[in-house]
C-alpha cells in the first residue's frame, strides 16, 4: 500500500493523490495547477503518471484546482470511471465547460502572443467525453470500488456535493482505513450540512490552507453585511462585490434574502451578473439533498431561497452592460472572484472612484492580484491598463470562508488521535502546512507528514 501526492503537496493547486493497494492504482483528484503560465501549461499537460494504468478516479469536489485537469485524462487514453456525488456531477459539467472555454482564450492569446499555434490544453468535446465516464453516488453509501476495496462519500461541508472519501481495504491480512479529505468545510455556513463527524481512520489525508489562522465567526457574519447594506445605502452608493462563482455568490443571495425576510435591510436592487454564477445558482436548485435544516426551514417559510424581491440574474452582455448606467443603490455581485478576469472588471472600474460606493471583499485574494490590491487599499489601481483612483470604501468579510480555520482543522484531527497510524498534511503554504504540523504535535499527534510533491510513502 503506498501514496503518492503529485499536486498540492506545498502549495494549494493541482490536487491528485495517487493511493496504490493490493495492485489497484486509485487517483484521488485531477485538479489543474494554477501559478505562472508557463509552468502551469507544462504541469497541466504533462500528467506524471499514464493515465491508461489507473483503474478508478475519484473526485471529491468540483472546484478547478481539484477537478480541471480531468478532462486530460481521458483525451490521454483513461478508460475507466470517475466517481463523484451527483451534485459535483452537475458542477463539473458545467464548470469543466466554462474552463474549456477559458482555455481556448488563453490559448488564442498564446498563439498571437508567439506567433505560432498553441493548442488548448482541452476542448469542450473532451469535457463531454469525460463526462461520459462519471459515475455518481451518493453521501454515505457504501460501494465497492474494485475488487477488495469499498469508499464511502462523506459530507465535507465545503461547496456543494463536496465529499470526504472512506476508503476501507485490506492490506497484509488486516482492514485497513483511509480517509481522503479533500477540502475541508466549517460547521454553521450558511446553505451547507455541517462536515462529517469523523469515524476513526488509520490513516488521514488532510487540507492545510488556514493551517496558520481562523476565520472571523460566522455568527456575526449577517449583521456586518447588514451594515455594510444600510452604510452605503444612506450614501446613495452601489456595493460591488466580487464573488466565486461557486458557493460564495449562493451563500450571499442566500444570506440577503434571511435578511429581507427579517426587513434588516433597506429594499435595494440586486443583480447577479455573471453567467457562470447564473448557471451554478440553478444547479444548487436541483440539489436540495445538500441543504442544511435551517436553509430548509426557510423555504418552507418563505419559498426559493435565491430569489428576492428585486434581483436580476444576468446572463447576456447588453443586460450587463445596461448596468454601467445604475445611478441608484444597488448591490452588484460578480465574478472572478480575485478581480483578475470577468465582468466585476468593467463594474469596479465604472464605481471604485466613487466615495459613496463601497467594494465588500468576501473571498481570499492571493498576492499579486487587482483584489489583494484592493484589500491593501491602494489610492491608486489599474484596470485594463488605466489608472483609477480608489475612492470607494473597502469592506473586508472574511467569515465566508469555505474551508476550515486552523482550530476546526485541528478539532477534526484530535478525531484521529486513537488509531491513527498517519496523518498526511497536503494542501497548504509551507507557513500553513508547519504551522499546523506543530500545532498537531502539541496536541500529542506524533505521527503527522507534510506530503512532498512526487515522493510515494510506503504504508
Ligand atoms: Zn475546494
Not at 502572443?113 to 463526462?131: G, I, T, W
Not at 484530535?414 to 508547519?434: N, P
Request: aromatic share 6%.
Amino acid at each position: 500500500m503506498r501514496v503518492t501526492s503529485y499536486g498540492a503537496a506545498g502549495g494549494v493547486t493541482g490536487s491528485k493523490h495517487l493511493l496504490e493497494v493490493n495492485g489497484h492504482r486509485i487517483l484521488f483528484d485531477c485538479g489543474m495547477f494554477q501559478g505562472r503560465r508557463e509552468e502551469s501549461d507544462r504541469r497541466n499537460r504533462g500528467l506524471p503518471f499514464a493515465p491508461n494504468e489507473l483503474d478508478a478516479v475519484v473526485l471529491t469536489h468540483a472546484h478547478i484546482d481539484h477537478s480541471g485537469v480531468m478532462p486530460v485524462l481521458t483525451k490521454q487514453g483513461y478508460r475507466g470511471r470517475v466517481y463523484m456525488t451527483p451534485a459535483t456531477r452537475d458542477l463539473c459539467a458545467i464548470m469543466l465547460l466554462d474552463s474549456a472555454h477559458i482555455q481556448a482564450r488563453d490559448a488564442e492569446w498564446l498563439s498571437k502572443k508567439n506567433r505560432s499555434f498553441v493548442a488548448p490544453l482541452y476542448h469542450p468535446e473532451d469535457v463531454q467525453q469525460l463526462m461520459k465516464h462519471v459515475m455518481s453516488v451518493p453521501y454515505d453509501e457504501r460501494f465497492e470500488l474494485l475488487p477488495g476495496v469499498h469508499i464511502t462519500f462523506r459530507d465535507a461541508g465545503h461547496v456543494l456535493g463536496s465529499a470526504m472519501v472512506m476508503v476501507e481495504c485490506r492490506h497484509n491480512g488486516a482492514a485497513k482505513r483511509f480517509l481522503f479529505g479533500g477540502d475541508l468545510g466549517r460547521k454553521n455556513m450558511p446553505i451547507l450540512r455541517d462536515p462529517w463527524e469523523p469515524e476513526p481512520a488509520d490513516f488521514m489525508m488532510m487540507e492545510s490552507t488556514y493551517g496558520n489562522r481562523d476565520h472571523d465567526p460566522i455568527e456575526t457574519m449577517e449583521d456586518k453585511l447588514a451594515a455594510v447594506i444600510e452604510n452605503t445605502h444612506r450614501r446613495g452608493g452601489k456595493i460591488i462585490v466580487p464573488s466565486f462563482a461557486l458557493e460564495r455568490a449562493q451563500e450571499i443571495i442566500y444570506v440577503l434574502k434571511r435578511l429581507e425576510k427579517r426587513n434588516a435591510i433597506p429594499p435595494i436592487p440586486v443583480y447577479v451578473d455573471s453567467p457562470l454564477t447564473v448557471n451554478i445558482t440553478e444547479i444548487f436548485r436541483l440539489h436540495p439533498e445538500c441543504f442544511d435544516t435551517e436553509i430548509r426551514t426557510l423555504m418552507a417559510e418563505a419559498g426559493d431561497p435565491f430569489q428576492l424581491k428585486q434581483i436580476e440574474y444576468v446572463r447576456n452582455v447588453e443586460d450587463s452592460m445596461e448596468l454601467n448606467a445604475l445611478r441608484k443603490p444597488a448591490i452588484i455581485i460578480s465574478a472572478s472572484g480575485m478581480c483578475e478576469t470577468g465582468r466585476i472588471l468593467h463594474h469596479l472600474r465604472n464605481n471604485c472612484e466613487d466615495d459613496r460606493n463601497t467594494i465588500l471583499i468576501v473571498g481570499f485574494q492571493a498576492k499579486n492580484t487587482l483584489g489583494r490590491r484592493i484589500v491593501e487599499r491602494e489610492r491608486e489601481i489599474k484596470i485594463f491598463g488605466i489608472k483609477c483612483r480608489l475612492n470607494a470604501e473597502v469592506k473586508i468579510m472574511n467569515a465566508f470562508s469555505a474551508h476550515a480555520g486552523r482550530s476546526e482543522l485541528i478539532g477534526f484531527a484530535k478525531k484521529f488521535k486513537d488509531r491513527a497510524e498517519r496523518i498526511f498534511l497536503v494542501h497548504g503554504e509551507d507557513e500553513a502546512l508547519e504551522a499546523l504540523a506543530s500545532g498537531l504535535r502539541a496536541e500529542e499527534l506524533s505521527n503527522v507528514t507534510i506530503q512532498k510533491e512526487g515522493v510515494p510513502v510506503e504504508l
